[in-house]
Every structure is written in structure tokens, then in C-alpha cells.
């Protein structure tokens, strides 16, 4: 499941910005001049002047700029100015040189905590043709090191002179800014984020079409062709349950792939390297690179209307919002209990006026006075109260404030205030 397209801009970056650091002669220049030209320089500069990699270098078609660094003492201050700069750091040492190695956590690592550069850090052994065959592997090598600097996004070893994952390089790179780690998974505990849960909880809520639980063929399909822009084949969908089904066998029921499923399958795309799957949901749905939906999905509610004038819901709103509350009464009893006002929220917005339904309990169709919650919610909410209310005097018309998410403008309608005396 999940396959992505590239383009022109992930996420809001319009371009990455890559610095070279690393200790003199670990071969920082050659692996530039190499992933530009396909080929090896046989006597690289000491410093190259910015290199850019067009857009369709990579499938994500976001070009990319990478700075060369001199690591000279006198060079310091400047070596500092361009790490402040990145997006990301590729961190070199030669696969040939054990010191190297080892200033990576002696020097270069608490260097870049010390000048508070919060980026991505993709270590690079180079000369990988030079390398020892008795050497400990990369893995052996890397682990405590990427244990006590967290920042160290992945690793990788290359050869400009046989050009050996020279282009993966950068291209691990540009990932580690167009598709972070960070805000999906906790490395530490190998879990999924609580912010990323709740956003993939309320993506496949929205999925769920018939509200079963779990994700049927059609809308597994469904969700494909959304954020993937392509269908799935029967024996694909096959395939991806039966994955889910041997990890977690609680991941996939008669009806299709549950809840418990739906976040395994993400946990496991982040754990094989795949972020761009999970971000791709992500993006299609809303959110931007904090997990929190895009500032332009949640439009604020603004009515001009005189002194003697109120708000009031237009019928259409009104049959809407009954028609919302009738869904989630399950037991039928006239009334939405804690539970069901959970889950009437669960595809809801982050905001702090939910809060205020965890101290009132049940809550009935011809409910509680409006100051309830108006004075608690953001008036982008609407809260349930249909029927007449002592507040507003003769009136008669049934209102409603805070119970889903409606859009605005079909909903309101401008009325004479019942209750002024004009």
C-alpha cells in the first residue's frame, strides 16, 4: 500500500539545503563533484563552490543544494554560520581512517549540539573501496554512537571512486527533511507518536465509511486512490492483510482491517525506512509536518450583524445536526453518553473547548442551556441545545451551538433578535 509521485514541493519545502562537514581528507568534495557528475575527480578541489541537484534528480522533484565546508581552524566560524543554515548535515569520516570514527562522538557530534543545530545528521563512511574486511560492520560500528546522539538519522557507507550508493547519500538526506522521523515515531520505545496516532485515528474513522470498525476491500481501495492517486489490485489487498494478519492477528477481522491494523501498517512502513507512505497520508489529509491540519482547514467563523440582530442555524443545518446526533446515539435513547460523544469528537479538530464535555455527562437532544459551553468553546464549535430556551424569551425556534463540525456558510442565517425590545 502506498506509493508516492513526486511534486515540485513536499510538505511546504521548495528546496534542501545540505551542509558537507567532516574531517579534512574523509573525502567530503569527491562525494559532491561525484553525485553531480557520475564520475570521480581525480584531484577535487579543496572547496567547492554551492552544487545543485535539479528537481527530478530525485522522485520527490525538489532540488536540492549542497554546501561544501572546510574543517581549517580558521574556517570555524564560518563552518558554524552554514550549519545554522541546513536542513540537513551529512557528517563524513573515511572508512579508512579509524580516527575519523572516532571524532564523530568526540568532536563533530557535540560540536553541532553546542552551536544548537536541530537537523537531521546522516553519517557518511566514504572510501567504502578503501575498508578493511576485518573492520567491525557499519551496524556494529553505529549503534552506540546513533544510541547517544538521536539526531543521527541513518547511516550509510559509499565509494565515490566505484560510485557505490554515492546518489543514496542525498538522497537519505533530502528524506530526513521531506519525510522526518521525528514527529511520526519515538525511536527510544520503537512506537508511533501520540500526535500521529490520533491523526491516523482520525483518518481512518473518516475511511470507515459504514462505521464497522474496520476497513472493508472498497474502502481500503478508497483510501489508495486518495492519497495515492492509483488503485489497489485484489491480490495486493490480499497481500496486506495477510502481513497485518501474522504480525497481529487482531489487526484484521471478518470485516477488514481494524483500527489496531490500520496503525500497525504505519508503524511498520516508518520501521522499513518508508516515512513518505505515512507523510502521504498525512499531507492528503490535512496536516502539515507538526501533525496539526493546516490553518487553512479551519476557517474562524466572523458574522457582521447589527446591535438588534442574532446568529441563528438555517434548517439545513438544523436536519444535519440531528441527523449527526441521531448516528451516534447507538443505544437510541435520546441521549449521547461519554463514549458516544468521544467518538462523535474523535474526527474532530484539536481544540481545547472538547474539554468541557468531559464534566457534563449525558447529554439529550433537548439539552442544556447554550452558556454551557459558549463560554468554554471557540465559537467555531456548535454545541447541541434544540429546542425553546428561557434565554431567549418568545422564541420558539430550536438552535443548536457545538456539536459538529458544520460548514459555516450554508448554516447561518441573520435574524431580528427575539429578545430586544426594538
Keep these: 500500500m502506498g506509493s508516492t509521485g513526486g511534486s515540485g514541493s513536499i510538505g511546504g519545502a521548495t528546496n534542501v539545503r545540505v551542509v558537507v562537514i567532516g574531517d579534512s581528507g574523509t573525502g567530503k568534495s569527491s562525494l559532491i563533484v561525484s553525485v553531480a557528475t557520475d564520475s570521480f575527480p581525480e584531484r577535487a578541489p579543496p572547496l567547492l563552490p554551492p552544487t545543485r541537484l535539479p528537481p527530478d534528480f530525485y522522485p520527490d522533484r525538489v532540488p536540492l543544494t549542497i554546501i561544501d565546508t572546510s574543517s581549517r581552524p580558521e574556517d570555524r566560524n564560518k563552518l558554524g554560520a552554514e550549519c545554522k543554515k541546513a536542513d540537513a548535515i551529512i557528517l563524513t569520516y573515511a572508512c579508512d581512517q579509524p580516527i575519523t570514527l572516532e571524532r564523530l562522538s568526540s568532536y563533530w557530534l557535540p560540536e553541532l549540539r553546542r552551536l544548537e543545530v536541530k537537523v537531521p545528521v546522516i553519517v557518511v563512511g566514504c572510501k567504502l573501496d578503501l575498508r578493511d574486511d576485518q573492520q567491525l560492520s557499519l551496524e556494529q560500528v553505529m549503534t552506540p554512537i546513533m544510541h547517544q546522539f538521536r539526531e543521527i538519522e541513518t547511516c550509510i557507507e559509499c565509494s565515490a571512486l566505484k560510485q557505490i550508493q554515492v546518489a543514496e547519500v542525498f538522497y ?87 483500527l489496531t491494523g490500520f496503525l500497525f501498517l504505519h508503524a511498520l512502513f516508518i520501521e522499513k525506512g518508508r516515512l513518505e507512505t505515512t507523510w502521504t497520508v498525512l499531507r492528503k489529509f490535512g496536516y502539515n509536518d507538526e501533525i496539526k491540519l493546516r490553518d487553512d482547514l479551519l476557517p474562524t467563523a466572523q458574522f457582521k450583524r447589527a446591535p438588534d440582530q442574532s446568529i441563528e442555524l438555517t434548517s439545513e443545518a438544523m436536519d444535519f445536526l440531528r441527523g449527526i446526533f441521531s448516528m451516534f446515539d447507538i443505544d437510541g435513547d435520546g441521549a449521547l453518553r461519554p463514549q458516544e460523544l468521544e467518538d462523535l469528537f474523535s474526527t474532530a479538530p484539536e481544540r481545547n473547548c472538547c474539554n468541557c464535555w468531559q464534566s457534563m455527562g449525558r447529554r439529550h437532544l433537548r439539552g442544556f442551556n447554550r452558556e454551557e459551553c459558549i463560554g468554554s468553546c471557540d465559537l467555531e464549535w456548535i454545541s447541541i441545545c434544540v429546542g425553546s430556551h428561557d434565554s431567549y424569551g418568545s422564541c420558539q425556534k430550536p438552535c443548536l451551538f457545538n456539536l459538529y463540525w458544520v460548514p459555516w456558510r450554508s448554516c447561518f442565517g441573520i435574524s431580528c433578535d427575539p429578545s430586544s425590545t426594538a
Design 172 to 258: 537519505y538526506a533530502q528524506k530526513a527533511v521531506l519525510h522526518p522521523t521525528a514527529p511520526l515515531f519515538d525511536q527510544e520505545t520503537q512506537t508511533l507518536k501520540p500526535r500521529c496516532v490520533r491523526a491516523l485515528k482520525r483518518i481512518f474513522i473518516l475511511c470507515d465509511h459504514d462505521r464497522d470498525g474496520a476497513l472493508s476491500d472498497a474502502e481500503l481501495n478508497d483510501f489508495q486512490v486518495k492519497c495515492f492517486n492509483a488503485p489497489l489490485q485484489p491480490s495486493e489487498i490480499v497481500g496486506v492483510k495477510k502481513v497485518v494478519s501474522e504480525k497481529l492477528p487482531e489487526g484484521v477481522n471478518e470485516h477488514g482491517l481494524t
